[in-house]
């Protein structure tokens, strides 16, 4: 089924040099080199032309290849060897942890703040004595 290039106008046309007219072919030159040819429809025209069958309730002649890979995964999620990210996302767990264990702390953090300075706010016995206004000495 050898495919021309020339300017088709009808769907029907398009359709019925389908599907080889979706995949590059072979071209042998005299001198016995292979040359090879770009497909007839690009890409963007396939699709365009898939369109157009589905909205005049023509079947596509081109079966969809299955995928090498399992749909349910992302990308991401197939990967042999997944992004690294960056140094602040693969420590977050660990921070998040550690600033929980830190505030399960706090009360008795403040607590013991609180009272140190409590007691360097009042003074011992010595320290009233010793520390008599100037007003008083002379």
């Not at 929980?100 to 409590?118: C, D, N, S, V």
Request: hydrophobic share 35%; net charge positive; glycine share 2%.
């Amino acid at each position: 089924a050898t495919v021309t290039r020339r300017v088709i106008k009808s769907l029907a046309e398009k359709m019925a040099m389908l599907p080889a007219g979706a995949k590059p072919s072979k071209k042998v030159e005299p001198d016995g080199r292979v040359k090879w040819l770009r497909p007839l429809f690009s890409l963007r025209q396939l699709a365009e032309m898939k369109k157009a069958a589905a909205s005049e309730n023509i079947p596509w002649p081109i079966e969809k290849k299955p995928s090498l890979y399992s749909t349910e995964q992302t990308f991401y999620e197939r990967r042999i060897l997944k992004c690294k990210g960056h140094k602040y996302e693969r420590d977050k767990p660990a921070r998040e942890a550690d600033i929980a264990k830190r505030m399960a702390e706090m009360p008795k953090a403040i607590e013991k703040w609180r009272e140190e300075l409590r007691k360097s706010r009042t003074k011992t016995e010595l320290q009233k004595i010793l520390n008599v206004p100037a007003k008083f000495v002379k």
